[in-house]
């Protein structure tokens, strides 16, 4: 009888275990005890890890309740009703999200994540919202909180260099994700300390700061993209770290042979135009 109880108690952990890793679970990773959001640095598919540099920032956090409240109210929704809800519960978070983002970052740094054993992470897109001023998010027929951008993805599916929102347990020895948003780099966060200057800050201001955000995302994306489709270039080639600042587009990292290097340079400025990359790659093994 005590064999048959603890048989049909762990067939019932099994069931808890493998719904938690359903994109349809309104838990949304109940084990989640923390947020964080950054760039990725590294990615190992076939160890289920990656490490990602960034920070914990309350902004992340408010978002990602945010996102977990539209997971559950829209979980038996459909269509024009599901979009509709969805609408309303972003409205409703507008001022705690615009309270969040003047809030205080911590200090930047890398995280070093595992994904559980199946290595599979639940992704959820808001890259058509993420930083974004409230009034300014995409109206509900085109909001992409949907099932469709809900789904299971394996690291693969993740290049170097994508901005995210990380949800994990914090552990002492390894933290585990279990929830990925993909995301748009932070254009209007106040520094701390600043809160007056970035309050002269104009919504047309941010609504102008954040469509030049996307055309800088998207030349990064189109960058690792004609990187990443040369087979002849190493992994290191492929996995070279590009960021934008100051009106150019960086590339860091170490490749074997002053061949890749040029290489990668010249990719990076047949997408971004001359006199618009700066190289900082270093040859080397």
Known sequence: MKTARFVFALIVCLAGISSARSADDPAFGSKIDAWMEGSIMTLDADSHKFTVRGAQRPYATEYAKMVRDINDKTAKLTGAD????????????????????????????????????????????????????????????????????????ALKDFHVGEYVVVGYESGVVKNTAFVIIRANKPVDMVPAGHKEADSTKTTADKVTDATKLDAN?????????????????????????????????HLKGKVPTDAEKQAVEAKATSVAGQGKVMSHLEVGK
């Open 82 to 153: 599901r979009d509709a809800k969805a609408a309303d519960v972003r409205k409703s978070y507008a001022d705690n999200l615009e309270k969040a983002r003047t809030k205080e970052r911590s200090k930047d740094s890398d995280f070093n994540f595992y994904v559980p054993a199946d290595g599979m992470i639940q992704v959820h897109d808001e890259t058509a919202n993420y930083n974004r001023p409230s009034n300014t998010v995409t109206q509900p027929d085109t909001i992409r909180s949907t099932k469709e951008a809900i789904a299971m993805h």
């Open 217 to 249: 995302t998207e030349q990064q994306r189109q960058i690792r993209k004609a990187i990443v489709e040369d087979k002849t270039l190493s992994t290191a080639a492929h996995n070279v770290t590009i960021d934008f600042h100051d009106g150019m587009f």
